[in-house]
């Protein structure tokens, strides 16, 4: 188990490795000179040229890159061409933000989402799978920026109950965290119930019951931990997409999030702060990737064993 | 002075079981069916697909509520251990699960899927007792390690700790058994429990479950299509077709009196090791009572269709970015062979013993480490151009799943026509000509080319993957497993037809089968692989009558014989499995060539591995 940990962490170098190369030219694929919008229509060719060679942007391109790397092992992400912060501490300051919202949305969608699909699969052709799945398909299709808007007309403006946007204290979580999460629960949901039905037909559940295990058992124990190991997966990517900050749901909640950062960074041309949020995703992915092999693992004895 | 009458212990009237379908409209599985089981008695259910003989079991059980399917008429009367009769087929689901376990219990067909993949045997097994006798977890375990025990499993204690996926399939099934006797059952029902396994570890199961059906004095219902395994364990035989009884008796009445024409032509189906032991040629089977003439087809001289030398393939095991590759399997090792114009060579071998390999690595589903293949005389061995178009060509292969073979979305017609369009054998209308011809010398109307593959039987179905076959008109045909997943009756059609096809156009086949009765049948040669290796090969009377090598001997005492009165009790089988072919890279097999015993018959005389 140790050895197989220690594999998969070394594996995540070459990734990171192939990912900052990656980003680096892909950011610089971008059209539009980045020295040209920080220096202002009205700045002279001088001074463009004054700009760009302060940001390193008149050197080959492999230097920059070297440089850029050398930076990223020791820790030096450099500045925002927009800003002129450090970027570290840009995106340290919307990282928790977007970190909270996430997590407070995950769990309550997990749990929502899960358990929804378990009852479906247990109740399969029934009425109260149809309801679920009709709730799961408008879940996934209603668009987040109106389910946002509606929540804040019903509970802020209407009733007054919860603040309409911004960030500190709780209730300011309740509603964004919300809208976020309802595309996942219905998605998880789906999945969940999908897994279970097919878990539900195997052969081992067959045989659980004919050796006279009850019904919750059969499934507890038979099939939900078997239909775990999909619905693991997919919880794991919502988790990475969730963390690469929600654009609509920090926009419509005036959220100061990594989502926004990026919008902001991106029609900026900051290229330190896009390099260094995609390698942030990166990262996050790598690790829940990580994470949900390793969950996988303790399930599933077949992959601790090889 | 008359005996009290001895009340049955399950004792089934009017049993009729439906299933709804899409339309609404319910299809029904069995009808009218009534069975007797006396207490401590074996009865055999015998049928092909589709005749209700597995459903029966799941109604006795009840979990066919859990099917889909719904009993629709009869009774179930169960004498429980109380001595109370009730009937089953009204039972409320929450007595009946108490009565799951404790009273009748149940063995599946498939060792591989019916245990929970992420749960250790121990803790299945002790489940059902914790469940019933209620006793601690530690006392269900120490249970369940004498339930090991008793089901012949080595190392009991080190077993419980162990997953499923770390056994072979006879240790799992052993398993199954052991979880199903666990709670003492006063009537157990296998459903198929050795028809997944390999001859040899059957014979070991078959006996098993005879001892402890004697220790633990149960009733038994053996649900089977073999007749060779009815013959067997059965006491009493059951005949179904169609969801409905055929006939029923005393195991000898049904071999040796069968009353119904249906199971007549069951047992003329089965094929009996050593009813071709006099003939030096294969013959096919009798149809429609009248004997075929044998199959003198073989062409000497002129070189053979296809000729293996030293064929070798390894599979390397675990190679990740960061870990060497530690072991390799040695799938075929040194394996030579060669295949005659108009002739059968049939490779027999236990599952993992290398023959499907083989048969991959001559049209190089699996790419050979080494050895030479010439087909029709020339190499094969690097396809390049001229040479793979030949191969491509002249060099079929039938799989054993023929709904699996069959791409689901295309006509039969057109996955028969394929092959004559990528080789550019015809064009235009000729195209849907032949393959009229071809589906009509397969046995099938040519206008079932307009169907889809799920409109055919599984009969109908590995007949279309012949057609196709034939379709690029090749010289050799290797048929892997070909007959194996087929219903007996259908089977005996199937061998039927690949014997005509090479009466009429002189084909070559590489007949792989775990089957030795079929390849009886069918094969003018045999070779005989384990661990990867051909430990015996020559004409297919002398290996079979004079068999010189240990583990052909050992193959052929497993299979079962279709007559009850040479029920096999003591042939001196063991308890031991066939080891793996996986080995340590430093640890390669011992390799030598076979050595002559007679004329064309050659026998390893190295050590192979495990115990030859």
């Given at each position: 188990m140790l050895s197989y940990l220690l594999r998969r962490l070394l594996g995540v170098v070459p990734v990171l490795v192939a990912v900052s190369i990656f980003v680096f030219g892909f950011v610089r694929l971008l059209p539009g000179d980045p020295a040209r919008l920080m220096a202002?229509?009205?700045?002279?060719e001088a001074d463009v040229a004054a700009i760009r060679h302060d940001l390193s942007l008149d050197q080959p391109i492999w230097e920059q890159y070297g440089r850029y790397a050398r930076g990223l092992l020791t820790g030096d992400l450099g500045r925002?061409?927009?800003?002129?912060?450090?970027v570290a501490t840009e995106i340290g300051a919307r990282f928790m933000p977007t970190l909270w919202l996430t997590i407070f949305a995950m769990a309550w969608a997990t749990v929502a989402g899960m358990t929804t699909g378990v009852l479906s699969g247990v109740k399969r052709g029934r009425w109260q799978d149809q309801a679920a799945m009709v709730l799961a398909v408008s879940g996934i299709s209603f668009p987040s920026f109106w389910l946002g808007l509606l929540l804040i007309d019903l509970f802020s403006v209407r009733l007054g109950w919860l603040p309409t946007g911004g960030y500190g204290t709780w209730q300011h979580f309740v509603l964004p965290s919300l809208t976020l999460g309802v595309a996942v629960a219905a998605v998880l949901a789906r999945f969940t119930r999908s897994a279970f039905v097919e878990v539900a037909s195997e052969d081992f559940v067959r045989t659980a019951r004919a050796k006279g295990v009850p019904e919750r058992l059969v499934i507890l124990r038979h099939t939900l931990r078997n239909a775990l190991l999909p619905v693991i997966t997919m919880t794991g990517l919502q988790f990475g997409f969730l963390l690469g900050g929600a654009v609509v749901v920090e926009t419509v909640f005036a959220w100061p999030g990594l989502g926004r950062l990026l919008v902001d960074s991106v029609s900026y041309r900051d290229y330190p702060v896009i390099q260094a949020e995609i390698m942030l995703f990166s990262l996050e992915f790598v690790l829940i990737n990580l994470g949900v092999d390793l969950i996988y693992a303790v399930i599933n004895p077949e992959i601790r064993f090889r | 002075m008359q005996a009290e009458p001895v009340l049955p212990l399950l004792d089934i009237a009017g049993l009729s079981v439906a299933f709804a379908n899409d339309r609404g409209d319910d299809f029904t599985a069995v009808r009218g069916l009534d069975l007797v089981v006396a207490e401590g008695e074996t009865l055999a259910v015998v049928g092909e697909s589709g005749s209700g003989k597995s459903v029966t079991a799941m109604a006795v059980t009840r979990l066919i509520d859990n099917a889909g399917g719904r009993i629709t008429g009869g009774t179930i009367r169960f004498r429980d251990r109380s001595g109370a009769v009730r009937d089953l087929a009204r039972e409320p689901a929450a007595d009946m699960r108490r009565l799951r376990g404790p009273e009748i219990a149940m063995v599946f067909q498939e060792p591989m899927t019916s245990l929970n993949p992420v749960l250790t045997v121990g803790d299945q097994i002790a489940e059902a007792i914790e469940l019933h006798q209620r006793l601690s977890h530690q006392a269900a375990r120490e249970e369940a390690r004498r339930m090991l025990e008793r089901v012949r499993i080595p190392e009991a204690a080190r077993q419980?700790?162990?997953?499923?996926?770390?056994?072979?399939g006879g240790m799992r099934q052993r398993v199954m058994i052991a979880m199903a006797l666990s709670c003492r059952p006063r009537m157990l029902i296998a459903d198929e429990p050795t028809t997944a396994l390999d001859v040899t570890v059957q014979a070991q199961v078959l006996r098993l479950m005879r001892e402890l059906q004697r220790e633990f004095g149960m009733a038994m219902i053996f649900i089977t299509h073999d007749m060779g395994v009815v013959a067997e364990i059965a006491d009493r035989v059951l005949v179904m077709r169609a969801g409905e009884k055929v006939e029923e008796g005393d195991v000898f009445a049904i071999f040796?009196?069968?009353?119904a024409p249906y199971t007549r032509a069951l047992l003329a189906a089965v094929p009996a090791l050593?009813?071709?032991?006099?003939?030096s040629l294969p013959r096919a089977f009798p149809e429609n009572g009248r004997d075929l003439p044998p199959q003198d087809t073989v062409r000497e001289g002129g070189p053979p269709v296809l000729e293996v030398q030293d064929l070798t393939t390894r599979f390397d095991v675990a190679?990740?970015?960061?870990?060497?590759?530690?072991a390799r399997i040695h799938a075929v090792e040194h394996v030579s062979l060669e295949v005659r114009p108009g002739e059968t060579l049939g490779l027999v071998g236990e599952s993992g013993c290398g023959k499907s390999s083989t048969g991959r690595s001559v049209i190089r589903l699996e790419q050979p480490q080494a050895g030479a293949i010439r087909f029709e005389g020339s190499d094969v061995s690097v396809l390049r151009g001229d040479a793979e178009a030949r191969l491509r060509r002249g060099v079929q292969y039938v799989f054993q799943d023929p709904f699996a073979s069959l791409d689901p979305r295309l006509t039969v017609g057109f996955s028969i026509a394929e092959p004559i369009t990528t080789n550019r054998l015809l064009s235009g209308p000729a195209v849907e000509a032949r393959v009229g011809e071809l589906l009509r010398q397969v046995g099938l109307p040519p206008e079932h080319g307009r169907r889809y593959p799920h409109e055919l039987s599984g009969g109908q179905r590995q007949r279309v993957c012949i057609a196709r076959a034939l379709a690029s008109e090749p010289r050799l045909i290797i048929a892997d497993e070909a007959v194996a997943a087929l219903d007996v009756s259908i089977r005996a059609q199937v061998v039927n037809l690949l014997m005509a096809l090479q009466r009429e156009r002189g084909l070559a086949f590489l007949f792989i089968s775990h089957d030795m009765a079929v390849v009886e049948r069918i094969a003018h040669r045999v070779a005989v692989m384990y661990l990867g290796q051909i430990v015996e090969i020559g004409p297919r009377q002398a290996v079979m009558i004079d068999p010189q090598h240990a583990y052909t001997r050992r193959l052929l005492a497993a299979v079962p014989v279709p007559d009850p009165r040479q029920r096999g009790h003591e042939r001196g089988l063991d308890d031991s499995e066939v080891p793996s072919p996986l080995r340590r890279l430093d640890d390669p097999p011992q390799v030598a060539p076979l050595v002559q015993v007679g004329p064309d018959h050659y026998v390893a005389r190295h050590h192979v591995g495990g115990l030859y």
């Open positions: 202002g229509p009205e700045a002279s925002s061409s927009r800003t002129r912060q450090p | 419980l700790d162990r997953y499923p996926f770390q056994l072979s040796e009196r069968p009353a050593g009813s071709l032991a006099h003939e190679s990740g970015w960061f870990t060497r590759n530690k």
